[in-house]
């Protein structure tokens, strides 16, 4: 049996509960969660959709680390000794934790209004990653022509469409956790797909920029590599920032 102690919210009341799951092999933490909402407490809420760590709807923090419950096998982290460097860059409540038990702890992911226990309210971060306009603008007179990349830039593109927009990157990130108007980690990954890419047009581009130029933007960030760290698509927030700045410099 496997002890999970589950973050619970409703309305102003936040409490703990443990609940004991019998673990088969090969178990997911998100497993686990519809082990106790069908056996234990059909009460429980969580989010999930595709189970294949695609659709980014099951982010949560996992032992104080926010990741996707469908993608964490529970083998892997029953009784994980936390590390304390990386527990005090993010965590952000505190809650009781006993790294000896054979204990998984699972909480809403930070930085985000709670809905109710495990689901939290994404509107603000659709809302933060909406102000960098994230598409492209193509005039009717050219939306027929052949757009043709080249497959180098293509592949530094890739690296950024993988974003599933989970938030977990979001859920890390101490700057979110201070400013709540900072754009994020993802909003400003997603800024720089659509700056390298090759359709996008001046004026679009040159408003962007002046968009993310601010302490609300690319200059808000602690550059302490959270957000690359807990992707789950290996997505690099920090790295876009950072080119963003040396863009802005050369200004
Ligand atoms: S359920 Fe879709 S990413 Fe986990």
């Known amino acids: 049996m496997v002890k999970i102690t589950i973050g619970r919210h409703e309305g102003d009341r936040r409490w703990y509960d443990t609940f ?26 969580f ?27 529970l083998s892997d982290v029953k009784g994980e000794v936390i590390n304390e ?52 603008n193509i005039p009717d007179d050219r939306s027929h022509e052949e757009n043709i990349i080249d497959p180098h830039l293509q592949m530094q593109i890739e690296r950024y469409t ?32 659509f ?8 004026e679009d581009l040159a408003e962007l920029l002046t968009t993310i130029d601010s302490k609300e933007g690319i200059w808000g960030c602690d550059v302490v590599y959270n957000c690359v760290n807990v992707c789950p698509r290996k997505v690099p927030p920090t790295t876009a920032i950072l080119k963003f700045r040396d863009v802005l410099k050369k200004e």
Request: with cysteine.
């Open 47 to 73: 989010r999930y959709s595709c189970r294949g760590a695609v659709c980014g709807s099951c982010a949560m923090l996992i032992n104080r680390r926010p990741g996707l419950a469908c993608r964490t096998q």
């Open 162 to 193: 993988n974003c599933i927009l989970c938030a977990t990157c979001h859920g890390s990130c101490p700057a979110a956790a201070r400013n709540s108007n900072y754009m994020g980690p993802a909003a400003l990954a997603k800024a720089w797909r």
């Open 195 to 202: 700056y390298l890419d090759p359709r996008s047009n001046k």
């Open 85 to 136: 460097a990386h527990r005090d860059q993010i965590l952000l409540k505190k809650a009781p934790l006993d790294a000896n038990k054979e204990e998984v702890i699972v909480e809403p992911l930070p930085n985000l209004k709670v809905i109710k226990d495990l689901v939290v309210d994404m509107e603000h971060f659709y809302m933060l990653l909406d102000a960098v306009k994230p598409w492209i």
């Open 20 to 45: 004991e799951v019998e673990e088969k092999p090969g178990m997911t933490l998100l497993e686990a969660l519809f082990y106790i909402q069908e056996r234990l407490d059909g009460g429980l809420c």
